[in-house]
């Protein structure tokens, strides 16, 4: 029998791997699953998007129009509820014609904030800056010196939340460190001291902390001697941070190896040397991103005051559509618009620490 | 600075390291000491200088208030002990349903995130971003909001087939009556669980062993309903049911999931959720490159390389921060007490407006979320260990 | 470092221990110090305690502290108003946060004999009703059985409400809120049937908070006894039996006609009673450690009791609350002052 040679067919060209289709077909339509999922995801939209635009835009209210409002409810969003009350919701109680008062303050404390997450500025001056800036937002806040009196109770709002966000940051940081080396140190009391305080703040909810603060400590000390509710609040927020934050600066500072404490002894440096110009320059740099992950979980929790009566930006929104019976029915609206305020400072936040953490691998990747 | 000695040890000179260390640990224990001394003693002065009753005492008195829904019996005239054990059991349930819930929606959206399809990568990614990104409180709000405002009006619930009712009064569902038979038959389903765990470590063991793939999911599944079925079958086959019927302003029979419940949890969930999914796409990130183009290179599908490469090793990454993803899951459950859902916060804040006993209520708030916490840390340590590497 | 560290640390000891001791005086001496009363009074419950959009308050719980600022600082404008929630008051009274609790408060046992305060008389006897919107056509309690209830957390409320649903067999649930906008929140959003908490405090949510006021209605049973009354801490009796007496002092003006605007006329009356009141014989004010002058400066601020009522909760005012167990004593209520001799 002789062999008949049978040439197996040519195979097809290739698929195209790259132009547009090629790309559409690797990203939406690989295989039967993936089709699928394209599919199903593009019908959800074509019936979800529909009517939320609608809901959203088209026939949604944007005068402060009660009446309007009332005639679109359930058809359409009521925007009016904002554009009556924004004011209220960012400033809450505190009084009118003295709002630029926490209008400069805020701007005042996010630029500084800005100022402090760019490297090149972390320079000497901006402790001192950080130094002149804190009394001036309690002075234009609280008044005096010229400034009419604002007592702390009708603080709210917007100022209020970067307020108890910023301010428990930066005090809760030094203590952080402190408490972080203290959970390394080689003596056993401050060992034990610093790993009860983290594990106990770790272990309760913050809004116990918060009920600690606000309705048991006046208890604690001398009749008459407990200080303002506003900064028990804060020192209450500040603890809470510091155990979190102190987590954070440890898992920088064993991130550092032995080596360069060794290294360091061996040079004759002293301990508060050593951790100082060796350890923490080295450790921080890590935790930055760390840090700012700390700054949005405290920025997001400050809606928690809102619990212990302190209006800040939750508070505010529900005093200011609760009290008036012609806007209450559109407090979703109210709610959207204050998620919508916090989902753009965190997620700023958040992509700058992504931007960080690339920064401070750059080293690492070369 | 060169001519500086080494430090002596044991020398009870100010230059030993020892002796300062002694000396500032002694400071540090007084003042700390000393603080909360001097924050006890005032608080012992306040009370006694004005009469405030102080003491555990008043849980043994009753509670004389009503609890909108409890899992275990409780009525009004049951000492506050109980009152704040059904407030316990509300904070787990809602916890516990919402962990499960969290880690399986968190898990699928962090794989998700490695999709091959664009629509479900950019899906994801967008909730993440979203939902992480709004503090839980206003989610629940919202949710509460959404569900008191859009749901019919009590008395005209939207009923499916007379046996599912949804209205502002929450979701009503049928449940079996209680008797021997659903006992055998719970039985029979903690009995399949164990046969089943039994059956996979085995199976396990010969697939090490041997190479021979045994069903390692449909089998133990079929395990566990067979056995339930049994146990069912045992205890009699009962088949009545509890059927919810709209009874004046409330629900006769049935079981029924409040919207303060669904709120707190589909609040705690989506948000969670959204952590866990962070967290799964970083363990998953985390796998060498290289495991995947081996397992590929051996020819197994992208799924098989997925369960049985990457999910196994991404694993140990994943559980100490999904431990703590659980820890925050469980305090934020305390946010319930901003919608009315009766946590134990909110069974300990009404305990505290009744009796004056502010110290020992919120002793109690943390001493419950202390507990869950260390004992979920020392649960997920123990499970952690397990499935760390074995160096062999 | 150390030895600086452990300088600093004695010296923040010893501090502290100096500091220890140094109880803060009488309340009296406090607020005489300080120029100011401060008064503890509600978040806003239009009637009682509320202040406008200027920060100004009124309200019957605040003419009660403007009274007492008047009488013992010469002044009703000395007064700084701390607005409380349910769970913050007490401690706020306790600790010294405030002087005078005044925020609608009832009057019992537990309250008075555990929680390191004295009440004061009662300026408003309430009780305990229901609203229900005027859709549900509930027109009773008693047919509420398995009804949700909305509440807020912190006052005797809960209690009442479990009392009386058990008493009844009516199977009420509570839906217990922290505060009282989530509360009426809830119940205007229809999450409950009824909305359950002092009778004068569902007239005032009913005014100012329901877009409709007609669409709801409260409902005629009052299921307890709610006298609200003002109070003080312990451990300081002179400041007690001011702010005691300047109250009797205000039902007594009423029962011998003195009002705000004729109290000056007054003091040529020959009323014997009318004198004391208005300090022209006896001097009332010494035995309370004041001046003959104290109530006719407090009747001065803020009127009688009866002008104190119908300004801010009666028949002309929005709330439109009657009179009733309210009237004094010989006019068929129960307010009854001692005499001021």
Redesign the interface.
């Given at each position: 029998m002789a062999a008949v040679f049978h040439p197996i067919a040519p195979r097809p060209a290739p698929a195209r791997t790259r132009g547009p289709m090629a790309r559409i077909r690797a990203n939406l339509f690989a295989d039967w699953m993936s089709t699928l999922a394209t599919v199903a995801m593009l019908a959800l939209a074509a019936w979800v998007l529909p009517a939320l635009i609608e809901w959203a835009i088209v026939k949604a209210v944007f005068r402060p129009d009660a009446n309007a409002c009332q005639a679109a409810r359930g058809e359409g969003a009521c925007w009016g509820v904002i554009a009556e009350k924004w004011r209220f919701i960012i400033f809450g109680r505190y009084p009118f014609e003295q709002q630029w008062r926490p209008e400069v303050a805020t701007v005042l404390l996010l630029g500084l904030v800005t100022v402090s997450c760019i490297r090149s500025f972390w320079k000497p001056w901006l402790g001192i800056l950080w130094a002149a800036v804190i009394p001036a937002f309690f002075w234009l806040m609280g008044g005096g010196f010229g400034l009419s009196r604002v007592p702390t109770d009708l603080w709210g709002g917007l100022p209020l939340t970067v307020m108890l966000a910023t301010f428990s940051i930066v005090f809760a940081f030094p203590l952080s460190i402190l408490v972080a080396l203290g959970r390394r140190s080689s003596l056993p009391a401050i060992r034990t001291l610093c790993v009860f305080y983290v594990e106990l703040i770790r272990g309760v909810p913050l809004i116990s902390v918060l009920f600690m603060a606000s309705f048991l400590f006046p208890l604690f000390l001398p009749v008459g001697q407990s200080p303002d509710v506003l900064l028990r609040v804060l020192v209450g927020i500040t603890l809470f941070a510091a155990a979190y934050l102190a987590e954070t600066v440890r898992g920088g500072l064993q991130a550092i190896p032995n080596g360069q404490v060794e290294a360091a002894r061996s040079l004759g440096l002293t301990y508060s040397q050593t951790q100082r110009k060796i350890v923490l320059p080295q450790a921080l740099a890590i935790v930055v991103p760390g840090i700012m992950n700390s700054f949005i979980a405290i920025f997001k929790d400050t809606s928690l005051v809102t619990i212990v009566s302190l209006y800040e930006l939750t508070g505010a929104m529900s005093l200011a559509l609760n009290s008036d019976a012609n806007w209450r029915p559109f407090k979703i609206e109210g709610y959207i618009f204050i998620a919508l305020v916090y989902f753009a400072f965190c997620f700023a936040m958040s992509r700058y620490s992504l931007w960080i953490e690339r920064r401070v691998s750059v080293g690492k990747n070369r | 600075m060169a001519h500086r000695s080494p430090p002596k040890k044991r020398d009870w000179s100010w230059r030993s390291q020892a002796f300062r260390g002694l000396v500032f640990q002694l400071v540090m224990v007084a003042l700390v000491g000393f603080g909360l001394w001097y924050l006890a003693q005032n608080t012992l002065a306040n009370m006694h200088a004005r009469g405030i009753k102080s003491g555990f005492d008043f849980l043994l008195q009753p509670a004389g208030f009503d609890i909108g829904e409890s899992l275990i019996s409780y009525d009004a005239l049951d000492p506050y002990w109980k009152a704040f054990l059904v407030g316990i059991v509300n904070t787990l349930r809602v916890a516990i349903v919402g962990i499960v819930l969290a880690t399986v929606l968190g898990t699928l959206i962090g794989i998700g995130r490695f999709s091959r399809n664009a629509i479900v990568r950019g899906v994801c990614y967008a909730y993440v971003e979203f939902f992480r990104n709004i503090p839980v409180l206003i989610q629940l709000l919202m949710w509460y909001l959404i569900f008191t405002d859009l749901l019919p009006p009590i008395l005209e619930p939207i009923s499916l087939a007379g046996v599912f009712h949804l209205s502002k009064a929450g979701a009503s569902f049928p449940v079996p009556v209680w008797s021997f038979g659903v006992g055998t038959a719970l039985a029979g389903l903690a009995a399949g669980v164990v046969l089943a765990w039994t059956y996979r470590a085995w199976a396990m063991r010969r697939f090490e062993a041997t190479g021979k793939v045994r069903s390692l999911i449909a089998a133990p599944i079929a395990i566990v309903i067979a056995s339930m079925f049994v146990g069912w079958l045992v205890g009699g086959a009962p088949t009545a049911w509890s059927v919810p019927r709209p009874e004046g302003f409330s629900m006769e029979g049935g079981a029924s999931a409040t919207p303060e419940f669904l709120g707190v949890l589909l609040g705690l969930v989506l948000y969670t959720a959204a952590f866990i999914a962070e967290v799964v796409r970083a363990g998953i990130a985390s796998v060498a490159r290289g495991q995947v183009e081996a397992a590929s290179s051996l020819g197994l599908p992208r799924n098989f390389t997925m369960r049985l490469v990457i999910l196994p090793q991404a694993l140990r990454v994943i559980i100490p921060p999904l431990t703590s993803q659980y820890l925050n899951l469980t305090k934020n459950s305390s946010l319930a007490v901003a919608i009315g859902y009766p946590d134990v916060v909110s069974v300990a804040t009404t305990g505290l407006n009744n009796t004056g006993r502010a110290v020992e209520c919120i002793t109690i708030i943390m001493a419950v979320f202390l507990t869950t916490s260390l004992s979920t840390s020392v649960l997920m340590n123990w499970y952690n260990r397990r499935s760390a590497i074995k160096e062999r | 470092?150390?030895?600086n560290?452990?300088k600093l640390?004695i010296t923040?000891?010893a501090v502290?221990l100096a500091?220890?001791p140094?109880?803060?005086g009488k309340t009296l001496d406090?607020v005489k110090a300080r120029g100011q009363l401060v008064c503890g009074v509600n978040?806003?419950l239009a009637g009682f305690s509320a202040a406008d959009?200027q920060?100004n308050w009124s309200g019957i719980d605040v003419d009660v502290c403007k009274a007492l600022a008047a009488a013992l600082l010469n002044d009703a404008s000395k007064v700084?108003y701390?607005?409380?929630?349910?769970?913050?008051r007490?401690?706020?009274l306790?600790?010294?946060?405030i002087d005078i609790l005044s925020r609608n408060t009832t009057y019992t046992l537990?309250?008075d004999?555990?929680?390191?305060?004295h009440f004061l008389p009662t300026t408003y006897y309430d009780g305990q009703g229901f609203m229900v919107p005027v859709k549900?056509k509930v027109k009773s309690a008693k047919s509420?059985?398995?009804?949700?209830v909305?509440v807020q957390?912190?006052?005797t409320t809960?209690?009442n409400?479990?009392?009386y649903?058990?008493a009844n067999k009516l199977?009420?649930?509570?839906?217990?809120?922290?505060?009282q906008?989530?509360?009426?929140?809830?119940y205007?959003?229809?999450?409950c049937?009824a909305f359950t908490t002092d009778a004068s405090g569902l007239a005032s949510i009913r005014n100012?908070?329901?877009?409709d006021p007609k669409e709801h209605v409260i409902l005629p049973e009052l299921i307890s006894k709610e006298p609200l009354a003002p109070a003080v801490?312990?451990?300081d009796d002179e400041f007690e039996a001011i702010a005691k007496w300047v109250i009797f002092g205000l039902i007594e003006a009423e029962e011998y006609g003195v009002t705000q605007a004729n109290v000056d006329q007054m003091k040529t009356s020959q009323d014997p009673v009318v004198m004391r009141i208005v300090g022209t014989s006896e001097d009332t004010g010494k035995l309370v450690g004041l001046d003959k002058e104290w109530l006719v400066r407090a009747i001065k601020a803020v009127g009688n009791y009866g002008e104190m009522f119908s300004r801010n909760v009666g028949e002309q005012t929005p709330l439109n609350l009657p009179r009733g167990v309210n009237n004094l004593w010989n006019k068929g209520g129960i307010q009854y002052a001692p005499p001021i001799r």
């Open positions: - | - | 470092m150390s030895s560290l452990l640390s923040a000891a502290a500091a220890a140094a109880f803060a406090a978040t806003g959009s920060g700084k701390v607005p409380l929630t349910a769970q913050q007490f401690t706020a306790q600790s010294g946060e537990t309250r004999a555990s929680l390191g305060l549900s509420l059985k398995g009804a949700t909305c957390s912190g006052t809960e209690k409400l479990t009392d649903s058990r199977d009420l649930k509570p839906i217990v809120f922290e505060k906008e989530a509360a009426t929140g809830a205007f959003s229809g999450r049937v100012k908070d329901a877009k801490r312990r451990g």
